[in-house]
Every structure is written in C-alpha cells, then in structure tokens.
C-alpha cells in the first residue's frame, strides 16, 4: 500500500460569506507599479474596483447604484436646480463600526453628504413620500389657480 503525502505549503482558502463574492481590485496608480488583487464585494456593489483604483487597500469601498431626483426650476433650462442623491455604501476598512456596516450616503450635487442608517433611511423615505403627496397636492392647487386666473382674463 502506498502512503501519500499531504503538501505542507497549501492554505486553505476562506469560503465567501452569502451574498458576496470575489472582485478584482486594482490598488497603486496605474503603471508598472499597479497590482491587481481579489477582495471580497458584496452583491449590491456595482463598483468598478478596477477602473476606480484605490492607492491602498484599506481605502476600498462598497457602492450600490446611484437614485438620483433631478429638480428643474423654469428660471434655469439648461440644468437641474437641484440633484438629491441616494446610494448604498460600505467601508469594510474603516474604524468607525456605522462606516463598515451597509449604510447609506444622501447628497444634493454640493453641500456634505448625510449617513444614514437603515432606520434612519427608512425615516427619510417616510418624509420623503409625504413631501411627495403633499407636492402633487399643492402642484394641483398651482394648476387650478392658474386655470381659474386664465378664465378670469378671458371673462373681463
């Protein structure tokens, strides 16, 4: 009977948690310096780890999708007045706990963005959809006027 013998230089390589999975990551500028290497990326992330290179690993972030609400206002045609955003986000490096958990970053095109937490996004979309319904309310209310003021014109 033969023995095998058992490689002594394999290690044995950490299973993926649910609802991640290996994603090249470019680390170093671009140039001969640049090296890729694999990390793990949570499904949600549509980051391109490549093209957005980090200079060290510890700077890797997760990002979901962008939602984006464009605002216009009839004074300025050309661009949007206002742009809220929204996406998820995580800092699997990062020494404050609420960065390495999935959270989520809301913006306006410029000023400092809010992190908020599940709960707290959560509260937010409740504001959210009441401004909405309270929005569409006072938009039929500026249309009816508008209407009635028409009519009045073409009376007198």
Not at 79 to 84: G, I, M
Request: net charge negative.
């Amino acid at each position: 009977m033969q023995s095998t013998v058992q490689p002594t230089n394999v290690t044995a390589f950490p299973a993926l948690k649910p609802g991640f999975h290996l994603a090249p990551l470019a680390v170093g500028a671009p140039g001969d310096g640049q090296q890729v290497v694999y990390v793990e990326c949570p499904d949600w992330c549509s980051e391109d780890h490549v093209a957005n290179f980090v200079h060290f690993l510890e700077d890797v972030d997760h990002k979901g999708d962008e939602l984006t609400v464009a605002i216009p206002s009839f004074w300025n045609d050309k661009d949007v007045a206002y742009q809220l955003t929204a996406a998820l986000s995580s800092d699997p490096l990062s020494t404050d706990l609420q960065m390495q958990a999935a959270h989520i970053v809301m913006g306006d095109s410029g000023s400092v963005d809010a992190y908020l937490t599940p709960d707290m996004a959560e509260g937010v979309a409740d504001s959210l959809i009441k401004m909405a319904c309270k929005l569409r309310e006072v938009a039929r209310t500026a249309r009816l006027h508008n209407q009635f003021e028409v009519a009045q014109a073409v009376t007198a």
